[in-house]
């Protein structure tokens, strides 16, 4: 018959059933079949009675009259149940149909469900005339065999022709079928219920049973013939086209349609006979099956509708996690994105650009990105003309100035990228803030250009050392000989004056040479910090008594050796001795104080400055490679940063005191005495 599959996937990966289970098909088949085998061994459904003699019946007692009549009633009131069960069953699938229809919005079932309610109806009319509540003039036993066959074939057809109307229409006019067959079906109802009421007054009707003959009900034999048609043709290409349980249920609604018209065509002879009731059971069986697959179908529907809702949840939740998931990230990049229209109106501003240019996203959505480019102007298409008339390439990166809230100009890096939506353009403009880098580029070459320094002096330090020599060398050998001539005694003490420079020079030179020369720290050794003190001032108290700054020493005689290098706490003292120079450059009296003292197992050493407070907000920072509030060409922003390494590798500590957050600078260092003096 070319029957689709049992199931197939759906979009949604929803396994969709399209076909009954087999214990149901195999359970109607037995059900068709049962009532026959049981006749074969002579059990009868019969529910035949003797007409009820009025004389006799006059003779009863009123309560026995009304059993008798009751008995004799039997057989129209089974057959009144059965047909009424049969158009209950019918109403239940249209209503069932236009139920499945609201979830599913498919027209194949409501139109599949009216075209059985139509025949249900005829059934009705049927039942209607043989029990008298329509007016009928001809006998029961002509009008009930005559209108049963006559509401079978209607039956059949309407079915048929509602079938063919789908197979033979594209789907996409199922909307129009729906109201042609609405149409239709009241169209058959209105000819179903005048042909029933012509049968039920016509005075003749055609003889329908032939009780010797072997077709005992010859008018039956035509909807026989058509249901067979509609079972093997018409419902398997309906069920081919538009498989579904429903489909494949009306397929097998033919089984026991077929089996209900072989009892009345060739075994019954008379009204409520054993095939006759048979046969009006198994027209229940036939309407029921459909109903079965349209409830399993209606459950189908629900199920798939249940699973889209979650798969339409899964997805939402999904994107909704994509969503905060991407902007997440954008979030928290380091550097800012921007979003811009055609015309330069900024539509998104993530935290780092608000971080970089210091106005919020509330404050700058929807305002033009010229106000944050210092070289942009306000332009009708601002980023097009930028790329094509700065000769940029798209997605290539260049410098720019920028502008922040608070006026300060700042050099970053820009990369504008084109995104097109639809009929919209966007542009997205990645900005990376170069401040830290060119401040961090010009700290390096300075920091380079002291390295220089350092080698050079070296250099300087050997060459000068030689002509030292000579001089220190003349002016010992005129001492050594005595001086003569004219203002000898003030010649001997200019020849003292320069031996004794000779002297200083020399040191200097010295500390000079191995300041400059590279010092391995792991070369520790037992050292005297009033000693490093001392040696650190070689270099710079000419510098201090030039500026008149006065110098207040105050060393314990106590002290303890500590374990370190002498050059490299020399560079941590030179640090803080200049840094302290140039903070009183602007003080009338400027002043130095050094104090050395033991504190428990600690020497402690306290610099002071009356020089220029430093400010609450840089106090954590001023360890910070390169921070320096100096101008350029005065610090790098590494002294402090190299002292703290230095004192961290010698197990000491600096910090800023709190109380120069008042008057004076105070850096305060401690070292560990040397536990190992035995040694």
């Known amino acids: 018959m070319g029957i689709a599959t ?52 006059a003779q009863l007692s009123q309560s026995k009259a009304i059993d008798a009549q009751f008995y004799s009633l039997g057989g129209a009131v089974v057959h009144t149940l059965m047909e009424w069960t049969a158009f209950l069953i019918a109403i239940f699938v249209v209503f069932l149909s236009f139920s499945h229809y609201k979830i599913t919005n498919d027209v194949i079932t409501p139109i599949i469900g009216m075209a059985f309610f139509m025949s249900g109806c005829m059934d009705a009319f049927h039942t209607l005339a043989a029990d008298r509540l329509i007016e009928a003039v001809a006998p029961n036993t002509d009008l009930i065999p005559f209108t049963w066959a006559i509401s079978r074939v209607f039956n059949v057809l309407i079915m ?67 249901f067979i048609i509609a079972g093997i043709i018409v419902y398997p290409l309906f069920y081919k086209r538009y498989p579904s349980l429903f489909a494949h249920a009306l397929v097998y609604s033919a089984l026991p349609e077929v089996v209900t018209q072989l009892h009345m065509s060739f075994g019954s002879t008379a009204l409520y006979d054993n095939h006759f009731n048979i046969a009006h059971f198994l027209k229940i069986i036939a309407y029921a099956v459909p109903l079965i697959g349209l409830s399993l179908d209606y459950t189908n529907a629900y199920a798939k509708l249940q699973h889209e809702s ?75 003309s930028y790329i094509i008339d700065g000769k940029k390439d798209q997605g290539a990166s260049f410098r720019n100035t920028g502008q922040r809230k608070n006026e300060e100009k700042f050099p970053f890096l820009i990369k504008i990228n084109q995104m097109k939506l639809a009929d919209d353009i966007t542009y997205c403009c990645v900005i990376h803030d170069l401040t830290d880098e060119d401040l961090n580029r010009q700290q390096l070459i300075q920091a380079a250009k002291l390295a220089s320094i350092g080698t050079l002096t070296a250099g300087i330090a050997h060459e000068l050392r030689q002509p030292l020599f000579v001089m220190r060398g003349h002016a010992d050998e005129e001492i050594a000989d005595g001086v003569t ?20 020079m020399d040191r200097i030179i010295n500390h000079l040479r191995c300041f400059s020369r590279e010092q391995n720290t792991d070369e520790m050794d037992l050292i005297r910090l009033d000693k490093v003190i001392e040696d650190s001032f070689v270099l710079l108290k000419q510098q201090y008594n030039n500026k008149g700054i006065t110098v207040q020493k105050s060393i314990a005689t106590d002290l303890s050796y500590i374990f370190g290098n002498s050059n490299s706490l020399q560079q941590v003292f030179i640090n803080l001795f200049t840094n302290a120079m140039d903070a009183m450059e602007q003080q009338a009296k400027p002043e130095l104080n050094i104090k050395v003292l033991v504190e ?39 002294g402090l940063s190299i002292s703290y390494g230095i004192l961290t590798e010698h197990k000491g500590t600096i910090h800023l005191s709190n109380t120069c957050k008042i008057k004076d600078t105070e850096f305060v260092i401690k070292l560990p005495i040397c536990d190992e003096l035995e040694g």
């Open 160 to 226: 048929i022709a509602g079938v063919m109307i789908l197979l033979n229409k594209p789907k996409a006019n199922s909307s129009n079928n729906f109201k042609f067959v609405v149409i239709t079906s009241i169209i058959f109802g209105v000819i179903a219920y005048l042909i029933i009421h012509f049968s039920a007054t016509a005075e003749v009707l055609p003889k329908t049973t032939f009780p010797d003959a072997l077709i005992t009900r010859p008018y039956d034999a035509i909807p026989l013939v058509l």
């Open 6 to 57: 049992d199931t197939y996937p759906d979009k949604l990966n929803f396994k969709v059933i399209t076909k009954l289970p087999t214990n149901l098909i195999i359970g109607l088949v037995i059900i068709c079949l049962l009532p026959m085998v049981l006749t074969l061994f002579g059990v009868s459904f019969a529910t035949q009675a003797e007409p009820l003699n009025y004389s006799l019946a």
């Open 600 to 638: 428990d197992k600690n020497i402690v050493c306290r610099v002071s400055n009356n020089g220029d407070v430093i400010a609450d907000n840089i106090r954590n920072k001023i360890f910070d490679p390169f921070f320096t509030t100096k101008d350029t060409n005065k610090g790098t922003g590494l």
């Open 310 to 384: 979650d798969a339409r949840k899964k997805v939402s939740n999904d994107l909704l996690r994509s969503e905060l998931f991407q902007r997440s990230i954008i979030e928290n990049m380091l550097d800012g994105l921007i979003t811009v229209d055609a015309k330069g109106t900024v539509i998104s501003f993530n935290v780092a650009a608000s971080t970089i240019f210091g106005f919020s996203e509330q404050e700058i959505v929807g305002e033009n990105i010229s106000k944050l480019l210092v070289t942009m102007t306000e332009d009708d298409d601002l980023i097009k």
């Open 485 to 504: 001539g004219l203002n000898s005694e003030s010649a001997f003490q200019t020849l003292n004056k320069v031996v004794d420079n000779c002297d200083r």
